[in-house]
């Protein structure tokens, strides 16, 4: 996505997805919809099934968004093996630095006035635009 092609109708329906499932996940099971945490839960906690749930539904909607013309697929054939593996480690390295992710903090934490939140999401954002700055990838 470019700043050319922004589409701030559908950016903000799907925002209010967002927002709309984090809180409904809370108030039926009081549980915070930090991506990174339910991940690494699968492993380590007890309450698996709603943590599976949650993790199949994150893939299964947008495989059937593209498998039905609904979106469009990323075009990622022109980014090297090497470039997206090491931009996942390191938003991986990232989430275990900042104690959470994007969804956790940005979302989640922010909602509840959380100031260690909102400093971890600025954080977040200054580094990914930084990033993109730095390397040109923005145009």
Request: aromatic share 6%.
């Amino acid at each position: 996505m470019t700043i050319i092609n922004f589409t701030p109708w559908t950016a903000l329906i799907g925002g209010a997805c967002i927002g709309a499932g984090a809180l409904l996940l809370m108030l039926v099971a009081g549980k915070t919809a930090g991506i990174s945490g339910i991940v690494s839960g699968i492993a380590t906690q007890a309450d698996k099934s709603w943590r599976l749930a949650f993790v199949v539904g994150l893939v299964l909607v947008p495989a059937v968004l593209f498998a039905t013309d609904q979106v469009a697929v990323p075009e990622l054939a022109s980014q090297s093996v090497v470039k997206l593996v090491l931009a996942g480690l390191l938003v991986g390295i990232g989430t275990r630095l900042g104690n959470g992710c994007t969804s956790g903090h940005g979302i989640c934490g922010i909602g509840r006035f959380s100031w260690r939140s909102l400093v971890a999401t600025g954080i977040f954002m200054a580094a990914g635009i930084a990033t993109v700055s730095a390397l040109g990838w923005g145009a």
